[in-house]
């Protein structure tokens, strides 16, 4: 295992049950808690380096996702013609489960986290991939009838066999393009791969108001049935959106549901909840539950959280929103005057698309960030008030100086985390804590 994160680890336990000799490797710490889990099950790991001849003598290496294909180490393995899997591959060759793979550049763990939560009440299933504990230790220890995987790219691109049952695909916007030579197409291609085993008995599930998904399936056809998502045209076999109804087509066997009562807030939420639902229609999930589940749903941490009201002041963390599109979703579903903190490490962002909602919403930026440059420069025009900060306890504390009653103060940093934090989860933690500190 490259990496002795929770992938590595996960998967080392299961492969050491399977008969395989199992070594972890992290050039990293690896935490106590997993080192605890590899010496209690007596797996050999390393850490603060990789030992390259052990390594490139392996007949097959897990490679955990973060670690991109450009390192030295990751070349010389392939060069030596040594297999390397994501852990979702190496794991579903271990269960006869139905596999639900839900990827997009957006969306994914509200998605995943939606669809296992009105899947649990009728059915044994599982929550993994991206989120939640390993998908290869699940397997392992109580191996569900089913499982929903919130999947990226990166765990995509070391995938082979890879086949899930019904695949959702949510959006495709331009989102790590470091790991793609810069290349849109590399990326589109890569977030296809979804499909790319799926023969006919399976389900590939898309948004049809995607022009990047759309335009892709007409010149790269898949095998799957596809079922379509629109808020914007009907859909024969699908699911669609029309008079604050979702309805849902599959088969002619047809489900309507009134949305007025969702638990989740916005446009792109209401995607999330056609995909969702459509996954549950084809599982044969009776309608009332599904109705059910989406209007008792809390959400999922980071992402456009309502942490607390200060002063009739609304503060939302959007943490999550590690690229432009998903703070554009952000913005979009903003109602009132926004105080916006945004920044952290650029991924060669393309800042137009959120300039109408600047324009109309948002009252003050602050630049949250160790280089803020290219913020400063693209919306220093647009507002009156953009201050730049390395804190957030600094940044919450302008927020709450410039907020007046009425206003929204959201974290949606459009940026990843890196320069300044953990991940996104310690920037999104760390906001909260700054504002129950006010």
């Keep these: 295992m490259l990496g002795g994160g929770e992938s590595g680890v996960g998967t080392a336990l299961l492969g050491k049950a399977k008969g395989y000799t199992v070594f972890v490797s992290d050039k990293g710490k690896i935490k106590a808690s997993y080192k605890e889990v590899l010496i209690h099950n007596e797996i050999e790991w390393e850490e603060g380096q990789h030992s390259e001849a052990k390594i490139l003598n392996a007949d097959v290496v897990m490679k955990s996702p973060g670690i991109p294909d450009k390192v030295p180490l990751v070349k010389a393995i392939r060069n030596k013609g040594i297999a390397i899997v994501s852990e979702i591959e190496f794991a579903s060759k271990f269960t006869d489960a139905t596999l639900i793979g839900i ?31 390993s998908f290869a230790k699940q397997i392992l220890e109580k191996d569900h009838e089913n499982y929903v995987l919130e999947i990226s790219s990166f765990q995509l691109d070391d995938s082979v066999d890879f086949k899930p049952k019904i695949a959702v695909l949510l959006n495709i916007t331009p989102d790590h393009l470091d790991r793609y030579d810069y290349q849109f197409e590399n990326y ?23 022009e990047v998904i759309t335009n892709h399936l007409k010149t790269n ?36 549901m009134p949305t007025t009562n969702l638990a989740l807030e916005g446009k792109h939420n209401i995607k999330n909840a056609m995909a969702a639902s459509t996954v549950a229609h084809l599982l044969k999930i009776r309608k009332q539950t599904i109705r059910e589940s989406l209007e008792n749903f809390q959400g999922v941490e980071h992402r456009l959280e309502q942490v607390l009201k200060i002063n009739k002041v609304q503060y939302i963390n959007d943490s999550k929103a590690t690229n432009v599109n998903a703070t554009y979703y952000a913005l979009e579903s903003m109602d009132a005057p926004t105080v916006w903190i945004v920044g952290g490490v650029d991924k060669g962002n393309d800042y137009r698309e959120l300039f109408p909602f600047v324009n109309e919403k948002v009252k003050a930026i602050i630049c949250l960030g160790v280089d803020n ?28 100086k410039v907020a007046e009653a009425g206003d929204n103060v959201l974290l949606s940093p459009a940026c990843a985390s890196f320069d300044l934090f953990e991940n996104y989860e310690d920037r999104g933690r760390q906001f909260k804590n700054a504002v129950r500190n006010l």
């Design 103 to 133: 990827t997009g550049s957006n969306g994914k763990t509200t998605t995943a986290t939606l669809t296992h939560h009105i899947l649990k009440g009728a059915l044994n299933v599982g929550l993994a991939g991206n989120i939640g504990d």
């Design 188 to 210: 589109i291609r890569s977030k296809f791969r979804i499909a790319m085993n799926q023969t006919k008995d399976d389900y590939l599930i898309y948004d049809a108001d995607d």
């Design 221 to 256: 056809p898949v095998q799957a049935t596809v079922l379509p998502f629109s808020l914007e045209k009907k859909i024969e076999n699908g699911a669609y959106f029309e008079n604050n109804k979702l309805i849902i087509t599959i088969d002619n066997n047809q489900i309507i």
């Design 373 to 400: 440059e290219k913020l400063m420069n693209e919306f220093g025009n647009m507002v009156d008030i953009i201050i730049e900060t390395q804190f957030m306890s600094e940044a919450v504390k302008i927020a709450y």
